[in-house]
C-alpha cells in the first residue's frame, strides 16, 4: 500500500487502522530446528510418548523449554497421539473360516442365556443348539456354573 500510493508509515497505518508498532514489530523468537529435530527423534523411538513425556525428557537434557512451547512444536510436527480403542470394542478375530452346516449334527453352537428372577437370583441358561437344523439338544439353566458343569452337559 505505502509503495502504490507512496504514503508515509503513519498514513498508511491510521488508513488501515492499525497500530504503527504492528508494522516496525520484528519476532523475537530464535530458530526452532534443533529443537524440532530433537522432539521428533524422541518420538520416532519413544511412539506412545505424549508432549508432556517429550517435554520431560527435553528438561532432562537441559533445553530450556515451556511446556506450552513443547506442545506448539509437537502438534505442528503433527505428532498427536491416537486415543487407543479399548479391548472390549476390538472384534474377536476368528481361527478359522467358518464354514457352513451341510448335515444335521455336523455343527453345532453353544450360549449362556442370562435371565433374573423376581427374588433377585440370578439364573443362567446354557443353550446348545445344531446350526443346520436349528434344534436344541440340550438346554440346561442352572443358579450358578462352572466348567465342569459344561463338559458334564455337553457329554451327555
Known amino acids: 500500500m505505502r509503495e502504490t500510493w507512496k504514503v508515509s508509515v503513519r498514513k498508511a497505518c491510521s488508513a488501515l487502522r492499525i497500530d504503527r508498532s504492528l508494522y516496525t514489530y520484528k519476532g523475537k523468537r530464535g530458530e526452532q530446528a534443533p529443537l524440532k529435530n530433537r522432539i521428533k527423534e524422541i518420538c520416532e523411538t519413544r511412539v506412545r510418548y505424549g508432549y508432556r513425556r517429550v517435554h520431560v525428557l527435553l528438561q532432562r537434557e537441559g533445553w530450556p ?83 465342569e458343569d459344561v463338559v458334564h452337559t455337553l457329554e451327555r
Open 65 to 147: 523449554i515451556n511446556m506450552k512451547r513443547t506442545r506448539r512444536l509437537y502438534n505442528e510436527l503433527g505428532l498427536q497421539l491416537r486415543n487407543k480403542t479399548p479391548k472390549r470394542r476390538v472384534k474377536a478375530k476368528l481361527r478359522q473360516e467358518r464354514t457352513d452346516a451341510t448335515r444335521s449334527n455336523q455343527i453345532w453352537a453353544m450360549d449362556f442365556v442370562h435371565d433374573q428372577l423376581a427374588t433377585g437370583r440370578k439364573l443362567r441358561i446354557l443353550t446348545i443348539v445344531d446350526t443346520h437344523s436349528r434344534f436344541a439338544p440340550a438346554t440346561d439353566p442352572r443358579f450358578s456354573y462352572r466348567g
